[in-house]
C-alpha cells in the first residue's frame, strides 16, 4: 500500500480489512473496485446461504481414523453429551478436518 492510501484510511476512517472486503467483493471497474449495492447485497445473499448451511450441520459428528474419514452421523443426545464431557475433544483452533473439497 501506499503512503497515500495509508494516509486516506487513517482520514477517512477505513480499517484495512474493510479495505480488503472492498476488493474482494465489490464490483471490478477500470481503476478500482467499488462496494455498490448490487455488490452488497449478493454477499448478503451469499453469508445468509452460509448461515443455512451451518445451521443444516450443526450436532453433524464425523469421525477421523488414521488420518481417513470414515462415517458421518447426527448422534443423538445422549452421544453427544458424552462425547462432549468424556470425548478427546481437539479445540478446532488445534486440528482441522483433513478433508478439504
Known amino acids: 500500500m501506499s503512503m497515500h492510501i495509508q494516509q486516506r484510511l487513517r482520514q477517512r476512517g477505513v480499517k484495512e480489512d474493510d479495505l480488503a472486503l472492498v476488493c474482494d467483493v465489490g464490483e ?5 473496485y467499488m462496494m455498490t449495492k448490487r455488490a452488497v447485497s ?3 445473499s451469499r453469508l445468509k446461504a452460509e448461515i443455512q ?8 459428528m464425523v469421525i477421523e481414523q ?5 462415517t458421518v452421523y447426527r448422534p443423538n443426545h ?3 453429551r458424552l462425547v462432549l464431557e468424556h470425548g478427546k475433544s481437539i479445540s478446532r483452533k488445534h486440528k482441522e478436518c483433513s478433508y478439504a473439497p
Open 66 to 70: 488414521r488420518n481417513t474419514l470414515v
Open 53 to 60: 448451511r451451518l445451521e443444516k450441520l450443526k450436532g453433524v
Open 28 to 32: 471490478t471497474f477500470s481503476d478500482g
Open 42 to 44: 449478493e454477499e448478503i
Open 78 to 80: 445422549t452421544k453427544c
